[in-house]
């Protein structure tokens, strides 16, 4: 069963338009995690041009108080203002992204071949009983891609789906893209690492990533549940989400 953590950055970008309180992303992540949701995903930028760091504490406290079984997800490139938010908020799951924050968003995963000594060092020092680590991983890194990330110590890779996402109107790209993704899953499982998902995944394009991709223990999905919900709803896109991902 693959677990819904709901990204929150595109709610705090809506509520950044204005310097006024709403939408909330505490609010926003009550109803969704009322409706089913595994988690919170949140991705603080250095411009905190969606998720400030305010946020991230509202939601630990929110999460801490009364959803105690929900995971709480923070995603970012491990500078040194990120780890220590992460060692202050001690959040279940840390996605290590490898992005500039001159980016718009996230376009790549880690270069584990390259950067394994860094990632090595930095998972040392995140790791703690009862945490996961995740880092962010290329579609086609393939396995000597992940025998690298499983060198760093580790536990799970989140697969880049954007480029799978890009092709919605190319049916061949993105059964390219899937080959490639499933390939990657079934390398990682085999060393023993988890496997998480995410980007730009969607109701539409949800099925067929399911069925190529198995094992699957996470998604999490910000910007298409968050264009679903402004017109069905923060509590009816979650449950939507939910039984397509049961199948
Ligand atoms: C790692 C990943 O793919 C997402 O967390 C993505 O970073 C979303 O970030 P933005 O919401 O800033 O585009
Ligand atoms: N880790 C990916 C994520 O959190 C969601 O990204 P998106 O659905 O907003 O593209």
């Not at 400030?52 to 203002?81: C, H, K, Q, T, W």
């Not at 790549?108 to 860094?118: I, M, P, Q, V, Y």
Request: net charge negative; charged share 20%; with cysteine.
């Amino acid at each position: 069963m693959t677990l819904l953590s709901v990204n929150l950055n595109a709610v705090a970008q809506l509520r950044n338009r204005r310097n006024l309180p709403w939408p909330s992303v505490t609010h926003i992540a009550r109803v969704v995690l009322d409706a089913g949701a595994s988690g919170i995903t949140i991705h603080p930028r250095p411009d905190e041009r969606h998720i400030r760091r305010s946020d991230v504490y509202d939601l630990s406290a929110l999460l801490n108080a009364e959803y105690p079984r929900a995971e709480f997800n923070i995603e970012g490139y491990p500078s040194e203002d990120f780890l220590a938010l992460i060692e202050d908020v001690r959040p279940h799951q840390v996605t290590l992204v490898p992005d500039d924050p001159a980016q718009a968003t996230s376009d790549h995963g880690w270069d584990f071949l390259g950067e394994g000594n860094f990632l090595t060092s930095v998972v040392q020092r995140l790791k703690r009983p009862g945490r996961r680590i995740s880092l962010f991983c290329d579609p086609d890194a393939g396995e000597d891609g992940v025998a690298a990330a499983h060198a760093t110590g580790a536990d799970r890779i989140e697969l880049f789906t954007g480029p799978y996402g890009a092709c919605f109107n190319d049916p061949q790209e993105a059964q390219r893209q899937l080959e490639a993704l499933s390939q990657t899953s079934v390398a990682a499982r085999a060393l023993g690492l988890g496997v998480n998902a995410g980007h730009d995944l969607t109701l539409e394009n949800l099925p067929a990533f399911q069925a190529a991709v198995s094992g699957v223990a996470e998604v999490s999905i910000g910007h298409g549940l968050t264009a679903d919900a402004l017109i069905m709803g923060f509590d009816s896109a979650t449950r939507r989400y939910i039984s397509v991902l049961a199948g």
